[in-house]
Nanobody, 122 residues
Framework: QVQLVESGGGTVQAGGSLRLSCAASGVSSYSLGWFRQAPGKEREFVAT????????DYANSVKGRFTISRDNAKKTAYLQMNRLKPEDTAVYYC?????????????????WGQGTQVTVSS
């Protein structure tokens, strides 16, 4: 049974850091991704990691500030977010794709978590 559960969201000042976790059961052979959705906006791609972690890709807006990783033994994915900006404020979602080499398209994901709120104050 597939289950994705995000945690680690919260409120932080601009320039601060947060680490999101995604407890991912039933998807060890899948690519994992992080997406976000701000109020009134469409859900957008943030980062993806391939099945074994060898391929990672990021949205241009977070490149150099965010790092995606996964620990398959712990069935957990992470999103380390540094130098946060107010425009990073959104609900962040973890997702799993049957495509094993990483996936940047929202439509390419098969399973989604419920999301965790990240708020960055200026």
């Amino acid at each position: 049974q597939v289950q994705l559960v995000e945690s680690g969201g919260g409120t932080v000042q601009a320039g601060g850091s947060l680490r999101l976790s995604c407890a991912a059961s039933g998807v060890s052979s899948y690519s994992l991704g992080w997406f976000r959705q701000a109020p009134g906006k469409e859900r957008e791609f943030v980062a993806t990691i391939s099945r074994y972690g060898g391929v990672r890709d990021y949205a241009n807006s977070v490149k150099g500030r965010f790092t995606i990783s996964r620990d398959n033994a712990k069935k957990t994915a992470y999103l380390q977010m540094n130098r946060l900006k107010p425009e990073d404020t959104a609900v962040y979602y973890c997702a799993a794709s049957r495509v094993t080499g990483g996936m940047t398209m929202t439509s390419g994901y098969d399973y989604w978590g419920q999301g965790t709120q990240v708020t960055v104050s200026s």
